[in-house]
């Protein structure tokens, strides 16, 4: 089985320390019950390995900034092709945005860290840590 964490230290940081669950075809639909805004990551196939932890370590700062208010999974690489066109994904990686299970926005491959600020503003305003995100926004 291809398993992102073998290759990402962030995502294997963020599964330890409890910030990103592991979901597949079987157990999305309860993730998606959870509070506040879902994040969904597909971190893709063994070629796509070194973005999907540039993506890992943004999604794990955004975590920080909005501690508490989003709710984080691990798609499981055997069932991303299934869930792919449900959630409107076409490339790898990418990180899913959704609220009450409905999705919002897919934000594919790898952005600028403004980017990534920008579209959880979009649903969350600024964020908790503001002058940590502001800072590592001016240095992007």
Known sequence: ??????????????????????????????????EGLQVLFFAGSKSQRGDAHDVAVALREVLKDYAGQISAALVAAPDEAQLQPRFRVLALPSLVLLLEGETLEVIPRVKDWSDYVRAFRRYLGEAVASETASSREAHA
């Open 1 to 34: 089985m291809d398993d992102p964490t073998m290759e990402s230290i962030a995502i294997t940081d963020m599964l330890e320390r409890g910030a990103l669950q592991r979901v597949d075809a079987g157990s999305v639909d309860a993730f998606l019950t959870c």
